[in-house]
């Protein structure tokens, strides 16, 4: 089957050209290359894709300085994984990987085993709908390789390992597999759903790489769906490989709705997406111990910036939420001084779990508060002659604070205002 038309419908035009360049070159430099993974899987699917996964049978780190040699990119590479990545002046990246054949040695030469390398290389994939290729060498640009059954799946709405040893291979798949599930509407074939309880028995998760867990949890709460993802996760026991005392209830459910709610409103304000997993990350972790989602943190082995940012929101939306539920009442400025030291995601979560008292609060917030500032600056106060100017940044703000409470909110009553404080902070 040849797909060329597809491709070039579904992808952009600059993509598709690419892969024509790709193709172009490997005839050139006598390698073979295919598209694969994901990209394949959606052009079937008929959505576009812009990961673009080539494998090169031959040297894909060799393979991608030429490539980007010629087309005025550059290329990074992954030496020891025989990988690199080409990035072109605008930001587009191709990825190429070698071909793994490295458990089996297929003489390349003998016709029956043709295609041998790249189905080796597909068959250690995770599903088969993720399974497939398409040759990019010109002759046979286009032609479709589905050697286990991923268009059958596809159609048939179905999540299938290719072998027994999947899961055990690669526990993290585990997650891929809810994500895909969720992301898909499709369902775990009923043999990839006993490998699927027997490796959560095993205990395999222990072995995954703790940013790989953080990643899967961060692409699964990116997914439009994904708090039927997280209740599928449920239904598998998963949420335990993150932390025991990790729950879906019906109570955290609705919160999760809360958070939609307050995002979606967000989105139609300022027509600006805020990072959704962070705001939902913390949602999810908002009733455990504080100890809890420290170890969860250490177990993700983030980096040091990554974990300071995640840990901080965390905290504060911990912190914020208790703080808040005992204060109930404030003036609006003191909302915003609390509110305004979060990065927005977290500031959305704060919102969503504080409850209705609050509502009108956030959105006064997001929508005019946070934009605040005085009409009169330093300037002003040095015609004033106000000492020492050390002050000045704490009379700015308290001249900002009484104008989101509405005290004084034109330039003449912010100069009786500050005056006045000057005079009785016993400042000259
Ligand atoms: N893959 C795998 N096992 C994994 C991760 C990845 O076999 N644990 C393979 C799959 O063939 C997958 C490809 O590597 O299609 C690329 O991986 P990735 O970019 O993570 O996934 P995509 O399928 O492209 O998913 P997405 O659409 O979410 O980017």
Redesign the pocket.
């Given at each position: 089957k040849n797909i060329t038309g597809m491709i070039e419908n579904i992808l952009p035009e600059r993509v598709f050209k690419t892969l024509l360049d790709v193709g172009a070159m490997a005839d050139e430099l006598g390698f073979k290359c295919y598209l694969?993974?994901?990209?394949v899987?959606?052009i079937l699917l008929r959505k576009t894709?812009e990961?673009i996964?080539i494998v090169v049978e031959g040297s894909a780190p060799e393979f991608a300085k030429s490539f980007a040699d010629r087309h005025g990119a550059r290329a990074a590479v992954h030496a020891k994984f025989k990988t690199a990545v080409v990035i072109f002046p605008d930001g587009f990246r191709v990825d190429f990987a070698t071909s793994r054949t490295e458990y089996y040695h297929f003489p390349a030469s003998a016709p029956m085993v043709e295609d041998a390398s790249i189905k080796n290389d597909l068959f250690?994939?995770?599903f088969s709908i993720?399974?497939m290729a398409v040759k990019l060498n010109k002759r046979e640009f286009g032609t479709l390789l589905d050697f286990f059954g991923g268009q059958r799946d596809l159609q048939d709405k179905k999540i299938r390992v290719l072998h027994s040893l999947s899961f055990v291979d690669?526990p993290?798949?585990a997650l891929?597999a809810v994500?895909f599930a969720v992301r898909f509407d499709f369902m775990i074939g009923p043999h990839t759903d006993r490998l699927f309880r027997h490796a959560v028995n095993l205990d395999l998760f222990e072995r995954v790489q703790g940013q790989r867990m953080f990643l899967e949890l961060k692409?699964i709460l990116s997914e439009k769906n994904y708090k039927k993802a997280l209740r599928m996760m449920r239904k598998y026991d998963l949420l335990k490989f993150f932390h025991k005392d990790l729950r879906l209830d019906e109570r955290k459910e609705a919160q999760f709705d809360s958070l939609e709610m307050i995002l979606d409103w967000y989105r139609f304000q300022f027509d600006e997406e805020p990072e959704l997993y962070i705001a939902r990350m913390a949602v999810l972790f908002s009733d455990l111990e504080k100890s809890a989602v420290k170890d969860i943190l250490e177990r993700f082995q983030l980096d040091e910036h990554k974990t300071l940012e995640h840990s901080e929101c965390f905290k504060q939306v911990k912190d914020s939420l208790a703080w808040l539920k005992r204060s109930k009442k404030m003036p609006n400025s003191v909302f915003t001084r609390h509110m305004s030291r979060m990065a927005t995601p977290c500031a959305l979560a704060v919102s969503a779990l504080v409850g209705e008292i609050f509502e009108k609060q956030v959105k006064d917030y997001f929508s005019v508060y946070r934009y605040v500032k005085p009409d009169i600056g330093g300037n002003d106060l040095l015609a004033m002659k106000i000492e020492p100017k050390t002050e000045y940044s704490n009379l700015l703000s308290a001249v900002k604070d009484a104008k989101i409470d509405g005290k004084c909110t034109d330039r003449e009553s912010q100069l009786r205002f500050v005056a006045e404080l000057a005079l009785k902070n016993g400042e000259k």
């Open positions: 694969v993974g994901g990209v899987r959606d894709n990961d996964d250690r994939r995770d993720n399974a690669d993290s798949r891929r994500r692409y």
